[in-house]
């Protein structure tokens, strides 16, 4: 499963973006897609975009695969 989403705005440090499932950072990508292992199927997923000096916004609200 692929989810995709819109770039951060506001902030123009922003470089990457966080995948949470669980509560726990299962990935990072500086795309705005991620695709699922099957591991994760069925997981809510959360999103954080992290700037240039590790900082990171709050989690989006989840998505569910």
Same mark, same amino acid.
Request: proline share 3%.
């Given at each position: 499963?692929?989810?995709? +989403? ?5 902030? /123009?440090?922003?470089?990457? !973006? ?7 950072? @299962? +990935? !990072? ?7 699922? *292992?099957? #591991?994760?199927?069925?997981? *809510?997923? /959360?999103?954080? #975009? @992290? ?11 989840? @998505?569910?695969?």
């Amino acid at each position: 499963n692929i989810i995709t +989403w819109y770039s951060a705005k506001g902030n /123009k440090s922003f470089i990457g !973006y966080n995948i949470y499932a669980g509560g726990k950072r @299962v +990935w !990072y990508t500086a795309l705005t897609t991620f695709e699922a *292992p099957a #591991a994760l199927k069925g997981e *809510p997923l /959360k999103i954080s #975009a @992290v700037d240039m000096h590790g900082n990171e916004s709050k989690l989006s609200a989840a @998505v569910a695969l």
